[in-house]
Nanobody, 121 residues
Framework: QVQLVESGGGLVQVGGSLRLSCAASGRTFSTNAMGWFRQAPGKEREFVAALNWSVGRTYYADSVKGRFTISRDNAKNTMYLQMNSLKPEDTAVYYC??????????????WGQGAQVTVSS
């Protein structure tokens, strides 16, 4: 099993920045692929960004390209999402996810509990 714990959410003004963290514990060798998803009120959960360690690739939703950056510190078993130039439409609960193979295709095996991000105008 893998446990994922998000932190770093909060309230920020339009144009501001936040950094989310996702700490992994347990069978961390099963976290080759990690990523972020978000769900706004009344909407379906959507993909935000992902990182596949074995192939060294990152993936971003078009809506966040150029504003968000995903990264990972293997020594700390922690993944980050740096969010800049935040917009009201970025308001959502952000979920960390992990999978041995991919979080872009299929449904990831492991999920965090979510972190609220609210962007005020």
């Amino acid at each position: 099993q893998v446990q994922l714990v998000e932190s770093g959410g909060g309230l920020v003004q339009v144009g501001g920045s936040l950094r989310l963290s996702c700490a992994a514990s347990g069978r961390t060798f099963s976290t080759n692929a990690m990523g972020w998803f978000r769900q706004a009120p009344g909407k379906e959960r959507e993909f935000v960004a992902a990182l596949n360690w074995s192939v060294g690739r990152t993936y971003y939703a078009d809506s966040v390209k150029g504003r968000f950056t995903i990264s990972r510190d293997n020594a700390k078993n922690t993944m980050y999402l740096q969010m800049n130039s935040l917009k009201p439409e970025d308001t959502a609960v952000y979920y960390c996810a992990a999978d041995p193979r991919s979080v872009v295709t299929g449904t990831p095996d492991y999920w965090g509990q979510g972190a609220q991000v609210t962007v005020s105008s």
